[in-house]
């Protein structure tokens, strides 16, 4: 049996331009960057045609011409495997489909640090770089190269501190806490409220935290605290137990990640205490595991997708020169509305 054989498309612009009844350059721009120039009716005339030639772009003979290699280079810490990350990614490779970018992927770690996945990035030539900090509060130099060779950067849910200031795309964490206190507050004013929160160096808790206790002060309602110091359940049930054996326990507890919140229900259901009939529980970042909890759990949901196609957008723009301004976009979350958080029962 013969193998088959595939005929290579030879159609090109000018044969997708002489069909069309437009310019070559028309249709360079059409089938590029530069659709939004034209008319909508022509636009999808020429990428019909297009598609009925078989022409598929020359990225090669591009990029020698542009002097582009039409490659980003992402980087995402690899301890971040929750769903939000996740999402991000979907987000960042369906924002570049619609593009003639591809993306370079690398997961940071302590094997791959950041400056080892960079140079790696650098050597390839990429167009820009889309970061996901392992942490804002570092060296300078340590993006010095990137900062060097101007190359475009987009940071994404963690700001960076000691460089000079690049586009941001992430949450609007404070709003996030500030929705939770006025969820909790609408609930129940008699409610007492707490929150538990983390003892680490992340500023996006650290604003969740902020947003949920200032709401709170402006209401002049108190709120009392618990500080994790880690991220396992074997480390963190005892001191939430200790906390909620307390005779003065809160009626209401925000839970600075749905983690925390499910650790919650661990140590509550040690104490024998029914969510939400003696402790309601609202968490954040609404991760697959929040809706399979029993009861399902109230939480303030971000949105990675949208994320990560923002971002992708916004370097682009970088890339092609028509961003000049260093911008920030917070994207808000939204409240889901579960069972963890109904009113509490009275005697």
């Known amino acids: 049996m013969k193998n088959p054989v595939y005929k290579e498309t030879t159609a090109t612009l000018a044969d997708v331009a002489e069909k069309s009844g437009v310019s070559r350059q028309t249709v360079g721009r059409i089938l590029g960057s530069g659709a939004h120039k034209h008319k909508p009716d022509t636009v999808e005339r020429v990428k019909q045609i297009a598609n009925e030639l078989g022409y598929r772009p020359n990225l090669l003979a591009k990029s020698v011409v542009a002097g582009k290699t039409y490659s980003i280079g992402v980087l995402i810490p690899r301890a971040n495997r929750d769903d939000f990350f996740a999402d991000i990614q979907i987000g960042i490779q369906d924002a570049l489909l619609e593009t003639d ?29 889309l970061l996901i900090p392992h942490e804002n509060n570092v060296d300078s130099d340590h993006f010095a190269e990137i900062i060097e060779r101007r190359i475009p ?141 029993t009861p399902a759990l109230t939480t303030l949901r971000q949105d990675g997708r949208q994320t990560g ?28 509305s579960r069972d963890s958080t109904a009113p509490l029962q009275t005697a």
């Open 309 to 336: 196609a923002l971002a992708i957008r916004k370097l682009i723009e970088r890339i092609e020169g028509r961003s000049r301004c260093v911008t920030e976009t917070l994207l808000k979350t939204e409240l889901i």
């Open 101 to 129: 970018w591809a993306p370079i992927v690398l997961q940071t770690s302590e094997q791959a640090d950041e400056r080892t996945c960079i140079r790696r990035l650098v050597e390839r030539r990429v167009d820009g770089i």
């Open 153 to 293: 950067v987009v940071t994404v849910n963690t700001r960076l501190k000691n460089i000079e200031p690049v586009d941001f795309v992430g949450t609007d964490e404070f709003d996030g806490g500030r929705q939770a206190a006025e969820y909790l507050l609408g609930i129940s004013n008699d409610w007492k409220l707490g929150v538990v929160h983390s003892s680490g160096p992340s500023e996006n808790l650290g604003q969740r935290r902020r947003g949920f206790i200032q709401t709170l002060e402006t209401a002049g309602k108190a709120c009392s605290t618990l500080e994790l110091t880690n991220w396992t359940l074997e480390d963190n049930l005892a001191p939430l137990v200790s906390f909620l054996k307390q005779s003065n326990r809160p009626d209401a507890l925000f839970c600075i990640t749905d983690s925390y919140a499910a650790m919650v229900y661990k140590a509550a259901e040690q104490l024998g205490l029914r969510i939400p009939d003696d402790l309601a529980v609202i968490g954040f970042a609404d991760l697959g595991f929040a809706q399979y909890l």
